[in-house]
C-alpha cells in the first residue's frame, strides 16, 4: 500500500477546494494513504527567494521535515509547490555535502522554533509522479471502470513542475509525456498544442494582469483549435488563471472560449467511477457539462459512478 505526507498547499484549500477532494477522493479509491500536513506553511510560491532564499529555504525545509518526521515522502498535488519544495530538498541535500554550514544555518533557524530539523532524508514527489513512477500506468488502467473514449484531454504542464528541479522523474521537461501517458491509460485522446508546456501567466497578474490574461487566452484558444474537449492540468495556480479568470481571460481577448478545466486528479477519478459531485465539478467557473455529456456521465445517473 502506498503512503504518503500530504502537502495540499493554499489555493487547494481556499480558492479551488475542490481540487483538494477529488485528490483524497482518488486517493481513497486507488487505496492509497494520504496523512495530511496539517501543520505545514506555504510554500510561497517561489515569492520568498525574491527577498532571501535563506527565508524560502527554511520555510519549506521546515515542510519537508514534516514529512521526514513521519518516513513518508512529501506529496504534493501542485506544479507551484513541487517545483518549489522539491528544488530546496535538492537544494539543501547538495548543502549537506557541500556547504554543512548553511545546512546548519537553516536548522538552527527550525530549532529556534522547537520544529525537527531537516535530514534529507526523503523526496518531494507531485501526484504525477506517484501515479506513474509508484503506483504504475498499467496498474492504473486495470483499475479503469469507466473509461473516458472520446474524450480530448489537452494537458497544460505549465513551467514549474518541468524545469524548476534539476532532476526530473519519469518523464522529459522538453518533450514530456506522463501526462498524455495518463491519458490513454484511462482511455481518453491526447491533444497536442504549442502552449502545453509554457506558463500560464499567474506569476504575472500581480501587476501585468492583462498580459496574464493574454497568455492564458493564448493557451486555451491553441488548445480549441487542435480540437481539446477540455485542458487538463496539474496545478491549482494554472487551474486559477485558467479556469476561474477565464471570463476576464474573454474580455481580454475579445472571444468567447468556455473551454472546461480539469485538475489531473478529477479526469482519472471520473475513470475509477467517482460522481463528479464528489469532485467538485460543479465549483468550476467554466462549466464541466460539455465534458460530463460528451462522457454520457450525468451526476449518479450513469451506472459506472457509484462511488
Known sequence: MLKYAYYPGCVAQGAC?????????????LGIELI?????ACCGSGTYKEDSQLLEDTVNARNIALAESL??????????????IG?????LKEAKNND???????????????CSPYKGSTEVKHLLWALVGDYGLDRLADQVRYKLSGLKCAGFYGCYLLRTQDKLPYDNPF??????????AVGATPIYYRGRTQCCGWPLSSYAKEESFKMAGTHIREAIEAGADCIVTPCPLCHLNLDSRQPEVEKVMGEKLGLPILHLPQLVALSL???????????HVVSTKSVLEKLDILGSSTPALTR
Open 175 to 184: 518533450q514530456p509525456e506522463s501526462l498524455e501517458n495518463v491519458f490513454r
Open 87 to 91: 528544488h530546496v530538498d535538492e537544494r
Open 100 to 114: 554543512p554550514a548553511y545546512l546548519e544555518t537553516v536548522n538552527g533557524f527550525l530549532k529556534k522554533e522547537h
Open 36 to 40: 495530511e500536513l496539517k501543520k505545514a
Open 273 to 283: 467511477g467517482i460522481k463528479p459531485e464528489k469532485l467538485g465539478l460543479s465549483r
Open 71 to 84: 518516513n513518508l515522502p512529501l506529496l504534493t498535488h501542485c506544479s507551484t509547490c513541487q517545483g518549489v
Open 17 to 29: 477546494r475542490e481540487l483538494s477532494l477529488s485528490t483524497k477522493a482518488l486517493a481513497e479509491a
